[in-house]
């Protein structure tokens, strides 16, 4: 099988702090992480792309200072909101390439952001 | 540029009976995957199906099967004998396989809420 832990599943901060998000392969190696935001009854729209060992891939229009992803290890990404907003509240969900199930990919289970 | 559009925002179907969900796509890539995912309110993304380009048949999982129509570039989701746990956003989904830093990207249509009627 294949699982992605991502934690935290809901996070409250306040405006101006700073968020991390975890996603960990835990039972193989995801080479690469493909991160997503996803706004109330809309699609999965995907931020950024993060591979082992090297920069992150952003989207058009996607702040890369803002939204610092780091792939240190093959089983571990994270995605951290700076400086939050109350604009940037909104469900983040990662998906990893690897694993058995899904066709090649597998999904954390999403982190609600809500920035106060 | 690869597209998916899904052009029905909301479902609604009977318990026990059949539904259709529509997804059209887009793109010149001539290798490509498509799949459907199901999201149910608590946010987790449920693979559901998987059609190859190459694929000479349609695939089917279980109540689950894709009408995969190539030349008309759509892969409609069929839900045979609809529960009531089917009701949730369904999302149609493209992979290319082109090269590039975003190797094996995952685009998504705008998704579909299916809501099963007892």
């Known amino acids: 099988g294949a699982v992605v832990s991502q934690h935290p599943s809901w996070v409250i901060c306040k405006s101006g702090t700073s968020v991390k998000i975890e996603c960990r392969s835990l039972?193989?190696?995801?080479?690469?992480m493909f991160w997503y935001r996803q706004f109330p009854k809309q699609s999965l729209m995907l931020m950024a792309t993060?591979?082992?060992?090297?920069?992150?891939?952003?989207e058009q229009g996607v702040e890369k200072d803002k939204f610092l992803i780091n792939h240190a290890s093959l089983t571990l990404s994270t995605l951290t909101v700076t400086s939050a907003h109350p604009e940037d509240s909104s469900f983040y969900i990662c998906?990893?390439?690897?694993?058995?199930?899904?066709?090649?990919?597998?999904f954390g289970s999403g982190t609600r952001l809500t920035v106060v | 540029a690869q597209k998916i559009t899904q052009t029905q925002p909301g479902m609604f179907v009977q318990e026990k009976e059949a539904v259709t969900l529509d997804c059209t796509y887009d793109t010149s890539d001539p290798s490509y995957g498509l799949f459907w995912y199901k999201q149910p309110s608590s946010g987790e993304m449920i693979f559901l199906i998987y059609?190859?380009?190459?694929?000479?048949q349609n695939a089917t999982e279980g109540r689950y099967s894709l009408n995969f129509q190539k030349a008309r570039k759509s892969a409609n989701l069929v839900i045979s004998a609809s529960q009531l746990g089917d009701s949730a956003m369904y999302f149609c989904a493209m992979r290319v396989h082109a090269g590039g830093t975003s190797y094996g990207k995952l685009t998504f249509g705008q998704g579909t809420i299916l809501t099963v009627h007892p």
């Open positions: 998906s990893a390439r690897g694993g058995l199930k899904g066709s090649g990919y597998t």
């Open positions: 993060s591979n082992e060992g090297s920069k992150a891939t952003y």
């Open positions: 059609q190859g380009s190459y694929d000479q």
């Open positions: 039972d193989f190696q995801a080479t690469t």
